[in-house]
C-alpha cells in the first residue's frame, strides 16, 4: 500500500520525520500548498473539535502519542474516524515538524476548505454581510471572521487579493468562528452587482465618510464593506458605496486598526437585533 493512500478511518503510528503523509501536511504551511490541494490545518482539540462538530469534512487526525488516553481526544479521535479520516498517532518530533512554533499543539486536524460563491448566498436570508477589501493581516482576518461570528452577521466576503482565511494564523485567530461563518470570494464588480441586483445596501467605511457610523439607519440585509489596512477603501469603489460612515476619533491616533474599527461599527449596526 502506498503511504499516500487515504487509509480511510484508518490508525497509523508514524515516527519517521520522512513519512510522506507527514511532508504533506507539513506543506499545507505554504499557501500555494494549501490552493493546489484545497485543503487547510486546524491545530488544537478545540479547533479541530469545533470543526468536526460543524460538519466540516476532516481528512486527517494527527496526535501525539503522549495523549492518546485522554477522554476528549479519543472522543476527537472516534469521530474522525467515523468521518473516515486517516488518524496518525505520532511522536514529539514528528509534531513539532509539522506544528506551529510557538505554543505547539497535540492534536491537529486535516480539513477540506469552504468557500462559496455570492451566487450561493440566499439574500432575503441575510443579515448583516461583512466585506473586506484587500485585507492583508491573517491576524486580522481571523479577528472579523470571529467578531462576524459574535456580532451574528450572516456572511463573511472577501474582495480581490486577500491573505488567506485557511492559514494557521488567520484560523487560529478565528478561535473556531472560521468554521461557523460561511466564506465568500468575490471580485469587486461582482460584489457590487450582486449587492445592486439583490438592492442590498453597501454602506463602507472610510476615514473621510461624511456620517457618524451611529446616524446611519442600518438595514437588514445590508453589508458593511471595510477597507484594508495600509490604504483603507480605494477611491473608486469608495464612490460606489451607498454611504460612507466614519468612527469619530478623540485622540492623535489617525485611524482604528481593521478588525477594531469592523468590530465598532458591526455592532452598532447590529444593535437593535442582538439580545441580551
Ligand atoms: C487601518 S484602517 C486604514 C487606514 C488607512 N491609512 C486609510 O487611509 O484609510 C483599516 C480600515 O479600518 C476602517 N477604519 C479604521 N478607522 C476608521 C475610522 N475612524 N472611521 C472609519 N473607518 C475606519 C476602514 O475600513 C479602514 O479602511
Redesign the pocket.
Known sequence: MNERDSGRGEVRAISSLTNPVIKDIRALAMKKERERTGLFTAEGLKLVTDAIDSGWDIRQLVHSVKVRDQTMVRRTIAAAQARGALVLEVTDAVLEKIARRDNPQMVIGVFAQRWLRLADLDPARQTLVIAL?GVKDPGNLGTVVRTADAVGASAVVLIGETTDPFGTEAVRASMGSIFARPLVRAGIDEFFDWAGAHRLPVV????K?AVD?RAVEWREPGIL?????????PQPIAERCDAL?????AGTA?????A???AV?AFEARRGRLAL
Do not use: R
Open positions: 477589501e463602507g467605511t472610510h476615514l465618510g457610523y464593506l471595510m477597507g484594508n489596512e495600509q490604504s483603507g477603501l460612515v466614519k468612527i469619530p476619533m489617525d485611524s482604528l486598526n481593521l477594531i474599527a469592523t461599527v
